[in-house]
Nanobody
């Protein structure tokens, strides 16, 4: 059974930092592209960052220079280091993994296969206050 478990969400003040973690099991982590999405209240699901199996990272424009995505294959964990947090970063953050199996359903993807990500965690809340 595929499982993705996010942790590290919290309430922080603007300018602060958080390090989210997503521990994965049930699939071959080392060959899977990984992603971090977020969903703010009343807004659509947004791809924040992705990290391919080779270590190539990409970021949405609004977090470039502030967020860093990494992975630890020995721990089957992907991290999202978030620095200089802004109020507009407030959202539920979801971890997602590449796959072709049964698509997980969350409030973010609505059960849709947002290629290449089929597997999703249940999310962790990040709240940034001014």
């Amino acid at each position: 059974e595929v499982q993705l478990a996010e942790s590290g969400g919290a309430s922080v003040q603007a300018g602060g930092s958080l390090n989210l973690a997503c521990t994965a099991s049930g699939f071959t982590f080392v060959t899977a592209d990984m992603g971090w999405y977020r969903q703010a209240p009343g807004r659509e699901c947004e791809l924040v960052s992705s990290l391919d199996r080779g270590g190539g990272a990409s970021y949405t424009e609004s977090v470039k220079g502030r967020f860093i995505v990494t992975r630890d294959s020995a721990q089957t964990t992907v991290y999202l280091q978030m620095n200089s947090l802004k109020v507009e970063d407030t959202a539920v953050y979801f971890c997602a993994a590449q796959g072709t199996g049964h698509v997980s359903e969350t409030s973010c993807n609505g059960g849709l296969h947002l290629a290449p990500f089929a597997y999703w965690g249940q999310g962790t809340q990040v709240t940034v206050s001014s």
